[in-house]
């Protein structure tokens, strides 16, 4: 009977896309015929690796056993909640009345949110792992982000995303702050670690686009709004 239960957990769990480092399944087997946890002598753990479960060995263990699944939660961006509050609960066409979005229509801002999904879907997410699991390091005075951060920042900065809501005149594309404010959700939703990045590069963008001399905007702002150049935060406590 417990065999049969496994494989039918197994079968369910088969739903859940895995990613190979934090997304594994462990079984803590415990000795057979103590049923007290405080008596148990040796918990056995072993770590299968496994991108799908369908993939996962057959298993077997003698009852009774108990079994641990670490399951890191696959993201799925919320456009359709987006798409509700941006035409239903939320009257968008209010923030495109002023001049600076003549050109933006209501369809034009749900079309980015379903591109930005997409991006935080198969891009972000998928290395959100990495970011906890290695972290970056200081290597012969080189800070080394962790794998795929530095392809994923190349394609969020070729793509424009950067420069979402900033002035056209430094490359900016020049959509509401709105709209960027619901691609912000998304990127912190699917990968917090690397939302960083560009995160502090739009609070900087902002100091020296409201407070900076006409030099240094034309210095800063290009760069920071392609991503050539990122904005960092200087904190003491």
């Given amino acids: 009977p417990m065999r049969g239960e496994l494989r039918s957990f197994l079968a369910r769990a088969a739903e859940?896309?895995?990613?190979?480092?934090?997304?594994?399944?462990?079984?803590?087997?415990r000795t057979p015929g103590l049923g007290d946890p405080a008596t148990t002598k040796r918990v056995y753990r072993q770590t299968i690796p496994a991108r799908r479960a369908r993939d996962w060995p057959a298993v077997s263990c003698s009852s009774p056993f108990r079994i641990q699944v670490a399951l890191m939660p696959s993201y799925r961006a919320p456009v359709d909640d987006f798409r509700f509050i941006l035409t239903e609960l939320y009257d968008v066409a209010q923030v495109l009345a002023y001049k600076e979005y003549a050109d933006v229509t209501p369809d034009l801002l749900l079309s980015v949110v379903e591109e930005a999904g997409t991006f935080c879907?198969?891009?972000?997410?998928?290395?959100?792992?990495?970011?906890?699991a290695e972290g970056c390091t200081w290597e012969n005075g080189v800070v080394r982000a962790p794998k795929g951060f530095k392809e994923a920042y190349k394609q969020y900065a070729d793509g424009g995303w950067i420069g979402l809501a900033a002035d056209p005149e430094h490359g900016g594309q020049g959509l509401p702050l709105t709209l960027r404010f619901v691609v912000?959700?998304?990127?912190?939703?699917?990968?917090?670690?690397?939302?960083m990045y560009p995160g502090l590069t739009q609070g900087a963008y902002e100091a020296i686009h409201v407070h900076g001399s006409d030099a240094l905007k034309q210095l800063y702002l290009p760069r920071l709004t392609s991503g050539e150049w990122a904005g960092t935060m200087c904190l003491t406590e």
Avoid: F, H, K, Q
């Avoid at 859940?16 to 087997?29: D, E, G, H």
């Avoid at 879907?121 to 906890?132: F, K, R, T």
């Avoid at 912190?188 to 939302?195: D, E, F, K, R, V």
């Fill in 16 to 29: 859940y896309t895995l990613t190979p480092l934090p997304s594994m399944l462990r079984l803590a087997t």
């Fill in 121 to 132: 879907e198969e891009v972000l997410a998928p290395i959100n792992a990495s970011g906890d």
């Fill in 184 to 195: 912000d959700e998304m990127v912190t939703g699917s990968n917090l670690s690397i939302a």
